[in-house]
């Protein structure tokens, strides 16, 4: 939702007299459980930015995180979105939150043409390769969790994996 102003709202805390940037006061950023409302106001900055549609689906059993992870999975999700926006040239961006026995799945699917490589990689093969995009690699890992690519001519999948 643009403001009078053309300004966004904040992503942090939705404020929209400011924007990330010029958030201020730790009262705003203090952990509040996450819910939709968040990560809608992202997924309408990220599509009114890129003129994309981007569409996130979130399980309701994923909601039960540490604060830790209540503040990492915004970060996670608008680092991959962007990563595929700037890159793939998609027409559709799919993200999906849901828990499973081996912890919080974030997934983020695009309709682009790839990552510079074709086929799966695990965690540790993208450690070992260096392709996976560092600083969203390394952000799972502080987390303790671990990253799965896959990639065609027709789209990439990013699965991250952390303790919730």
Known sequence: MMTTSNRLPCWRCGDEQHDERQCVGEQQHRIRAWDA?????????LALQWRTPV?????????NCSPAMLEAIPLMVH???VNA???AQPTQIDVVLNTASDGLHIIVSDNG????FKGRYDHSALAASGMAPRSLFDRVATL?????????ERGSRVEMVVSP
């Open 144 to 152: 303790g969790g671990r990253m799965v690519i896959s990639s065609t």
């Open 55 to 63: 569409s996130i689906r979130i399980a309701p059993d994923s909601r």
């Open 85 to 87: 926006l700037k890159h």
């Open 113 to 116: 043409r790839g990552f510079p």
């Open 79 to 81: 680092e991959a979105t």
């Open 37 to 45: 409302e968040r990560l809608e106001r992202l997924r309408e900055r």
